[in-house]
Structures are given as C-alpha cells and as structure tokens.
C-alpha cells in the first residue's frame, strides 16, 4: 500500500517537520525494557511440558528454543575472553566480560566508544547474534556476530554481518539504528505473544512477550483453555476430538495442508504485519500480507533471491499443490530432519512409491541412472539439484524449497541462476542444457512463467497476452498468479479486464494484489468494482479495499457503504500507527492519511520516516511530490538535494534523480535537469519512462542527436511504447530526417489505426517530405 495518490492541495505549518526531526532527542528516557507477560490466554511453558514430555525434551534443543536466551554463561556461544574485532573498513569491537556478565565495547549512537552489556542472546546455529538495551525500550542488536561452525567449517569466530562497510551513527544500518532494532525487525517471530507495544508519537516501546523464545503456544496458540480441558476430561479419548473441543486455537489435526503451512509461514515468509499479531488459527492473509515473487525479492522465475525465507518458495512447488507440508521433511518440535540425505526424498521417492502420492512415478531416483553423478558425490544428492542453497548473512546458506526441475535452458530467457551452473562454476547455462540433452534425449520442456514474467519485467508488450493466460489459469500456484496481476498493472488498460476478473479469485493474495493494482482507475470505476471487497473474508484483501476507497469517503456513498469503509479505514489507520515503528510502516501510514486528505499528518509521516532512516528514498519522494503539489518548489528541491547527497548510486538515487530532473524541468533550469535525469537512466537503466522524459528534455533543448539516443534506449527495452515511437516520429519530422519519422509514424498507426493524433503526424510528415522532394 505504498502507491501515491493525488491528495487535495492545501498548505502545512513549515515548523512541524523540525519538530519531528528533534522528537528522537526528547524521548530518551527509557520505559521499561522488554518483559514476560502472561495474558490472551497464554500460560507458562513449564504447564505444556507436564503432559508432553517427549514434545518439550525435543523442543529444548531445537533453533526455536535458543531464538532469544537470557545473556548467561550457558547460552552465550561466542569468545567473550577479551577479544577483539577489526576489520578493513575500520569496525572495532571488543568482547570481554565481568565477573558473569557480558560486554561489548563499541561506537555507541553519540559515536564515542562506550561499554555496553549483553542482555540476549538471539539464535545460535549458524550463528549467534547479541541484543543491548537501550533507551526507549530498544533492544539492539550488533552488526558483528559469532560463527558458531565448527572450526573446520570455518566457525569460531567473530565476523561482520556487512563485510567491508561501516556504519556512522546517523546511518539507519548501524548497530544502535533502526534496521539493527529487534522489537521492529524480529522480535515477533522470536518470542511469543509479542506485543511491541509501540508509541508513534514518542517512537518508543514497552515491548511485551508471552514466551520468551518460540516455545509450544506460538506454534499451537494460548494453552489456557486447552489446559483446563486437559485437567476436566479424565481418561476421555481424544481420537474423535477436534482441536476447538479440546480448547486449541490451532487445529493441525484438521486444517489441511495448506492451513499447516500457513501457520508455520507466520515467520517462514517474507510478509508485512497487518498488525493484529499472528492470529493463531487464523488464514495467513488475517495476520500478515505475504510478499509476491517480485522483483528484487525473486528471480523471475521465482528462484530466492533476497532474504524471503521459505513460505513464497514451497507454495510455488509441485509438492505443496500434491499436499506436502513442512512436517511431512522436518520433525516439528525438534525442527530436524526426518531423514538424513538422500534417504529424505527417497521416503517417497522410490521405486515402491507413496501410497499418499499414487499419481508420483515410481522409480529409483538415488542412482546415477537419474543424477548422472558417481554415487554419493555433491552431484548425487537430491537437494543440491532440486533444492540449491543461496548464503545469507554471510555464513548461513539456505535452501530454496521451491522443489524445482533443474531448468538451464531457460537461463538466456529469464535471467535466472540454474543448480547445474551453481556446482560447474566453470561453465555456463548453455553448456548445462546441451549436457542434459546428451544424458536424456531432448527432455519435455514446457513453457516457464519465468520468461514471461522476465519480460513484464522489462515492461515488454509482447507478453501482455501471455500475462492475462497466466492470471486465469488455475493450475497455476496462487503465488504465480498473484504475481502475474502485479506485473499487469503495469500495463493499465490492456490488461484491465483481467485485473477485474481477478477480483473474484478463490485466492486472497490475488484479489488482494489485483485490488491493488487497480488503484489508480477512475473514482466510478473503483466504486463499482472495489466497494464489494469491503466485505472481502480476508483482512488483508478489506484493507487494501478499504485504502483504494480512501479518498472517495466524500463521494456519494449509500450509508450502510459509508459506515462500512469509516470503521474499516478507522481500524486500519490504527494499526498502522501501532506498527509505524519502521520507515517503510511509516510512509504507509502517512500515504494512507495524504488518501485521506490530511496532508498535515501525511507530511509530519514522511519526515518522521526520514527521522527514522533519512537514507529512505521513498518516503523522501512522496514528501517532495507532496510539497510540488503544494506549491512548495524550493522547499522540494532542497529535500531533494539532501537526500541525493545521501546517496551516492543505486535505485535509490534514481528515483530522486528522477524527481529532482523533472522539478528542474519545470522551473526551467534545462540543462541541470537534463544531467539529473541521465543520472536517473544510468542508475536504473531498465525503467522505460526516465529514458522517454530525458529524451523529450534534450529535444526541447535541440540536442537531437543526444534526444534520439535517449529514445532510442527507451525503445530497445519496449518496442511498441507509442510515447517513444510518438516521440521519435516527431523528433524527426521537425528536423527533417523524414524516412525516419515515417518508419515511426508508420509503427504507430499500426499499433492503433484509429488514433487521430497518430494519422494527423503521419499525414504531416507525408505531406512536408514530398514538398522537401528534389
């Protein structure tokens, strides 16, 4: 929910922002620091394990149950024995302790060097991070971690999470900074029953668990009810029981596959908080908005890519949709493996079968016949082929649980890494795919959503069809589908009907994306076609019907409408605020109130997102198309200038690059502007649009042959863009390079025959090119 809209106009009291920028300073005072707290329902751990002995003997050692310790000599793996840590790019910490406590000496938020003790510790395998209290309830936790692999795996040691950079207090990514804060980033998934407790006003907190680490409740729910249960029914059998008569919130028992998955993906997914905690028991999209296979996230063909974890990976697999669930491969109180190696796959994965899985081919898979590899060599192993490891945090590779077909030859189409190239890094994808050919014949190689989606990436028009296919096919994952109404509302009109259409889908991730991506239609077109979400059975898809919706609460609603998108808007913008405790929660808040048409709250949102990372350029942008829309230029381009001079290259830049170059365009300063927009086409040299408005720029400054080569940028990555071909049709028409201008003014009117505007240039272009005949 982070798209702009176009707010009413209006004008803002200039001081609110400094008084914003100076809140962080009047809150150091701290409220307590996080504490257990026993409420909802939950009770202590000890109660479960009186009766499930063998359930809480495997928990105890599992990674759920070291997700945060107390700072003792039990818990703490790393060398506290005075060591020290300094690395190239200058960090220095030292680890030492006193008497039984933990410390760490380190550059603290003033940037002196100070002694600061360990409070938790957070994980331990494959490695172990440590948390500080600070002022404001801030638990914090440090930028270098131990290694806690053996040593011959190249463990036991200290090593930083950001290899080769340092942080300067002011940077968000320093270890007292918002990105290194636990109650914001991990906390919910690392303790039970976690209530934040955050203050918006005072960018505080008075965090709460229930659990201190994930103990029996966060995966079962609260254990009250169940317990009094336990403690009336006697000898009673339990077989014939459901998990509601015996007082449990979560039915695992009967919930079916995909509801077991979607407890577990209340942590295992990359997802934002809707911010009423993880409803156990609840369907995800009641809880949390689980991410699509978007770009920067997922390779287009929906291998991991960034830290997204397991849940958008397994539902993409043949497996989920076959009814596989987690437990199925990991015992689920120990968190390990059922089966060591190869023997996993081959429970099912054998010539005899599964009897669960009648339609799954029975053969002998763990043989060379299969794999092509000697026998118990990396190449032999099922998972090093099916589900490939990706390294995050430096030293904690993880597996892509998408389950997949090893697909080289898709490579050149989709972009996307293949296992065969991962092992033989010497060669390349096309040399894997020719392999495979030589192995078996030339395989069955159906079509990919991945080269599609590789293609509505680039904003490429030829796809447009093949986008609408994927969104109606219902063989599809949901997560696909979902993925594919994201990518069309990039195209607007051409793909407007199914947008539509999916609204109606069973699935809620997809209707909530296509609601989204129907945002910008006209106020009757969302009224007609939005205003049924309102009483979506899914929050998350009520939610972003209800932030669709926002700004037309003074149109012509039925009142029984009215009521419905008030206390819905109401509850919404409530639990933003609860969760605004990040930049990216911030701007949410504070786009949804410029929706709303207070522009006060919504400045006083963007700047306190800058407070909370002034290096976050999306917040920085809407603010500065807020002040523009207010008149407000200079103001505009000095908060444009702070935030390039922040920085130095990447996405970030472009977008306000971008920004800045089309501000100084419109106040005439050409030239400057012009350098601006290049910046932008450099930084992001896929995004079609930069190299249209650069090219447009240039022309009107009669740099021509510099405007063509813009446009002509812009074209190689959309062949059928009628702006650019406009654009290079006129371009050439007015400096006389007719054939040029016809070939463009030809393609459009091939496009769009019935365009006015198109057949008014060709016709001109005709008529000046035979005057200009010899």
Known sequence: MRERTNPSSGRRERWLGLLLMLLPLLTLAAPQAPQPRLADGYVEQARCGACHADAAAAWAGSHHSWSLREATAGNVLGDFADAEYRDEAGVVMRFFRRGERFFVNAEGEDGRRADFAIAYTFGFDPLQQYLIERPG?????????????????????????????RFSPDDALHWTGRYQNWNAMCADCHSGNLQKGYDPAADSFRTTWSEMAVGCQSCHGPGERHIAW??????????????????????????????????????HSRRESLGVGSAPGRPLLDAMRPTTLSAGLYHADGQILD????????????????GVTCRD??????????????????????PQGNPRFPSLQK????????????AGSPGAQCANCHIPTRTYMVVDARRDHSFRVPRPDLDARSGAPDACTGCHQDRDAAWAAQAIEAKVGQPQRPSHHGEVFAAARRRDPQVIGELARLIEDRTRPAIVRASAVELAAGYGAPLLDSLQQALGDADAQVRMVAVRGLESLSAEQRLEHLTPLLDDPSLAVRDQAGHALADLRGALLADDVRARLDALLGDLERRLAANSDLPGARLNLAVLHERLGREADAEAGYRMALCQDARFAPARVNLAQLLAGQGRLDDTESLLRAGLALQPEGGALADQAYALGLLLAQRGQGAEAADWLRHAADAQPQRVRIHYNLGLLLGQLGRIDEASAALLRGLALAATDRDLLYAL????????????????????????????????????????????AP
């Open 729 to 772: 049709a006129h371009l050439n028409y007015r400096t006389g390079r007719y054939p040029l201008a016809l070939d463009y003014s030809e393609r459009l009117l091939r496009l769009q025959p019935q365009e006015a505007a198109y057949r008014r240039l060709h016709e001109s272009i005709l008529r000046e090119s035979r005057q200009a």
């Open 363 to 374: 053969k002998s898979y763990d043989d060379p016949s299969h794999h092509f590899h000697p």
């Open 329 to 350: 491969c990991h015992e689920p109180h120990s968190g390990r493996l059922r089966a060591e190696g190869n023997a996993l796959c081959a429970g099912c994965h054998n």
């Open 307 to 322: 830290e997204v974890f397991e849940y958008g990976s397994f539902v993409q697999s043949r497996m989920f949709a076959m």
């Open 137 to 165: 309830g801030r638990l914090q936790s440090l930028t270098v971690a131990w290694d806690s692999r053996p040593r011959e795996a190249g463990g036991q040691r200290w090593f930083s999470l950001y290899p080769g950079q």
């Open 230 to 267: 336990a403690e009336r029914r006697g000898a009673q059998a339990t077989a014939k029981l459901t998990a509601a008569d015996m007082g449990l919130a979560v039915d695992f028992r009967g919930g079916g596959h995909g509801y077991e998955v979607e407890q577990c993906a209340r942590c």
